[in-house]
C-alpha cells in the first residue's frame, strides 16, 4: 500500500526537521499519493489530491488571511497533509490558529531540510510499492491461470484464494449459502456456523470486514466472501486479499464456461446409445434396436425411462451399481452416467409389467446401496426404445425432486412430486432464485437481524393451504396471535396472504429457497 503520512513524518530525513503537528487530531493515517513542492498563494490548480505538500513558507509571508487562503486552497484540492519549513515563530503561530479550520494534517519544521531529499525518498517508496502491487497481482494471476488450464474445480480455486488471503474464503450463491469454501487453518466450524444468517447481515450493514467479490459467467450466480476481522486486517491485507478474490472470481467463471462448453461439446460427440436417443441423433427404432442388441440389451415389451439419484458417491460407480443390481434380478438396460450420483437408463419390461419390474430393480438396488441413499424417478413408458427414450426428461425432473420431497429408497412417478418437482423445475434458472430471494427477503432479513423468524410459520401456513383454524390447532396458538402475526407477514411482504395467486408465488418461493443450492442441478 502506499504510505501514510505518518510513515512520511517518521522518516529520518523529515526526523532531521524536528516536525511537529500543528493540528493534533488530524487524520496521519492519509495515503500519500505523491509529493509535490508548492509556493504559489493559489495551490488548488496544481494538485489532484492525495499529495503530501511541501513549502518554506512564503506563501504565509503576507499574513493570517494569505494563510488561511492557502489553506484553504489545500483542502479544496483534496491535499494529503501540508509540511512547512518555518524558523520564524510568529509564521507557526499564524499556521497553527488557520490548522484548526482544516481537516489534514499541517505540520511544522523547525529545522531547515533538503526537499528533495524528501521527495526523492516517498517517491522512491511509491514507486516501488506500485511495482509490488503489479507483481504480486502478476503472480496471483499466473497461479490461477495455471489452476484453470489444469482444468481444476472451484475447490482448488478456492483452496489456493484462501492460501494466497491467509484466511478463509467462502463461495456462497445469491441466498447466501454456502457452495464451497477453504479455510487457510484447517478449522471451518467458526467459520460457517450460521454462515447465512451472519453473510446476509453483514451484507444488509455493508461491513467493511467482510469483503465480497460477485461471481457472475453468462448471469450473476454467487458472490466469493472473505470475512476479514477488523482486529487483524489491514489496509493493505485487505487490499491485497481484493485482489486475490476478483483474480479467482474471474478464475471460477472461466472454470464455469469452460467446463459448460466441454460438457456441450461431449454430449454432442458421445457415441452411446441412451445419450444419442435422448438428444433425438437416432430416430429410426431398427437402428436404435441393432445397437442396443449389440450391448447386450433385451428388449421388453415395452421400455421403461428411469433416472437413479445417489446421495453421495457410491464409490464404483453409479452405472455399475445398478447394472449389478439389474443383472441379479434378471432384468435388462441401457444405461449412461454422465455424474457419479445419476444414472439414465432405458429399462426393459416383460410380462409381468410395470410395477413388478421396478419392484425387483429396488429390491436389486437396496443390496447395493443403503435405502436411505437414493431414490427412482420413473418417465412413461414407450413401446420402443425411440420412444420410451421422450420420457427420460421426465424421469430425471422425478428423480431430481423426489431427492428432496420423496421416500428414499423407492421408485416415484410426476404424481408423487407435484408442487416440489415445479420448484426444482425452475430452480435450475438463477433468476428464479433472484425471485425468491427478492419475495422472502423482509422474512430473511428479519431473522438474521435476530428477531423472531416468520418463515417456517408462513412455510406451514402454505402448506395446509391457508387453513388458518388448523394452523392455529397445530402451533397452539390462540387465533387472535396467530392472525397478528400473519398480518405482521403480510406487511413486511407487502402481500395479501388470503389471495391464492399471492399464496401460490409464495410457496414457490419457499420451495425453492428451501431446496438449496445442493438441489441446483
Known sequence: MAPTVADVLALPVVLAGRPELLNPGAPLGRAVRWVHVVEAADAAGLIRGGELVLCAGLAFADGSAATHRYLDRLAEAGAAALVAELIDAAAVDRLARAATRVDFPVVALRRVVRFVEITEVVHRALVSERFDRVEFAERVHRRFTTLNLDRAGPGDIIALAAELVGGPVVLEDLAHRVLAFAVADGHAGEVLADWPARSRLAALEKSPDWLRVAVDAAGPWGRLVAPVPAATATA???????????????????????????????????????DDLRAGRITAETDAMARASALGFRPGRKQLPVVVAVSGDPGRGTADVLTRAATARGLSLVASSSRPDRLVALLAVGQEGEERTLYRLCAGLAEELPASRWVIGVGPAGADLVTAAAGLPEAEHVAEAAVGGGVAGRHHRARDVRLPGLALLLGAEPRVHAFAEAQLRPLLDREARGERPLLPLLRRFLQLGGNKAELARELSLSRATLYKRLATVERLLEADLDDGETRAALHLAVLTHDLGPARRT
Open 236 to 274: 493493505a491485507a485487505a487490499a491485497t486479499a481484493l485482489t486475490v478474490l476478483e483474480r479467482a472470481g474471474q478464475a471460477l467463471e472461466l472454470h464455469h464456461l469452460i467446463e459448460r462448453d466441454r460438457h456441450e461439446v461431449s454430449r454432442q460427440s458421445r457415441s452411446t446409445l441412451v
